[in-house]
């Protein structure tokens, strides 16, 4: 009877870890893409290890909230969905950061610092904490008629399988261009003709990668943002998945650029113009 009971455990679990993967596939795309455009401009000998630091973050991030949707769906669900479009308006926020910055910071590239890798690694897991929370938030929906054990074992299991493919994959992106080189120096001449290929395309699809990370944001972000609205949504939902997915990417570049002037308004009226502050004692050329 124990080995029936942990066998129709398992079953459930494996079927709603299935569905749960179906649901939450666009959600690992823009995953994909934007821990990818976190790894573009590292010295390649620092790429796996960011990728690696990246990917335990996310662990925690997953490990800290399972229990915290499990508490809330037990005590506040209402909660779940007003803190996810927070975490999406956060996103769509910082996507508009990311183009200012595009569009601004036209210098040439140069070798990260110490502090660029640490920034790097600290902005994608906060990403990535708003990402992993719209994944476990997806599956708690799925798995609600579920008990507390199937429903903890299915979120333990989803979120385990998507940092490992998310991060895995993104490792082998990063490092096409060192698998391109191993190929040339190959004696057969389609691997060495294989391996050019690589070395040609790498550096254009790390650079499309960059591009994609940031339309992802808009798109995760606005996609959050949409399906919190139940009018949105369903406007949204008449669409075809090609408009629908423009119409997700358009409401988060706009919440963000909404979401950007807010805050440069806050930061004005608390702070002042530079060339307001009142002259005090020691804003004198001669204090005396």
Request: aromatic share 4%.
């Amino acid at each position: 009877m124990l080995l029936d009971d942990l066998t129709a455990v398992m079953d459930d679990v494996w079927v709603m870890t299935k569905l749960s993967a179906k649901k939450t596939a666009g959600v690992l795309g823009d995953d994909l893409a934007l821990n990818a455009e976190q790894a573009v401009g590292l010295r390649p000998e620092r790429e796996l290890p960011v990728i690696a630091a990246v990917a335990k973050g996310s662990l925690k991030n997953k490990a800290m909230l399972i229990p915290a949707a499990l508490l809330l769906r037990a005590v506040a669900p209402w909660l779940i969905q007003p803190l996810l479009m927070a975490g999406g308006l956060y996103l769509c926020y910082e996507g508009v950061e990311k183009l200012i910055h595009r569009f601004t910071h036209k210098a040439q590239a140069q070798e990260p610092r110490p502090a660029d890798e640490s920034q790097k690694i600290a902005g994608a897991i906060r990403t990535d904490l708003i990402l992993s929370a719209e994944i476990i938030v997806l599956t708690l929906g799925l798995a609600a008629h579920l008990d507390l054990l199937r429903v903890l074992s299915v979120l333990v299991v989803i979120g385990v399988l998507m940092t490992v493919g998310v991060y895995g994959l993104v490792g082998l992106i990063v490092k096409l261009d060192d698998i391109g080189l191993a190929l040339q120096k190959n004696s057969r001449a389609w691997l060495r003709k294989a391996g050019q290929a690589i070395l040609v395309t790498a550096p254009r699809l790390l650079a499309l990668i960059s591009w994609l990370g940031t339309v992802a944001i808009f798109c995760v972000g606005g996609g959050i943002l949409v399906h919190g609205l139940e009018p949105l949504h369903h406007a949204v939902e008449q669409f075809n998945w090609i408009l629908g997915l423009l119409a997700e990417g358009l409401t988060g570049l706009i919440a963000g650029g909404l979401a950007m002037a807010v805050v440069s308004l806050l930061a004005r009226f608390t702070y002042g113009r530079p060339g307001d502050r009142s002259q005090g004692p020691d804003s004198s050329p001669n204090p005396r």
